[in-house]
């Protein structure tokens, strides 16, 4: 329960400064995202959640 409320908030603190520093960045961001196709997303977010999953692993494996 501890690593989740850590994951948790750690995305947040980095979703949260990002906001906070470069609000423009955010918006063309998502002004390139709505440009990519369903399945375009869908890759995107499905190599995001491989990512996430490793980095998880990794960090599980050298004793976090």
Do not use: H
């Not at 948790?8 to 961001?29: H, K, Q, R, S, T």
């Amino acid at each position: 329960m501890a690593s989740a409320l850590l994951a948790i908030g750690l995305v947040l603190f980095v979703e949260g400064l990002i906001y906070a520093l470069a609000p423009a960045a955010v918006e063309e961001m998502l002004r390139m995202l709505r440009d990519l196709t369903t399945d375009q997303r869908r890759a995107f977010g499905l190599g995001a959640v491989a990512v996430g999953v490793a980095l998880v692993w990794l960090a599980k494996a050298l004793g976090a």
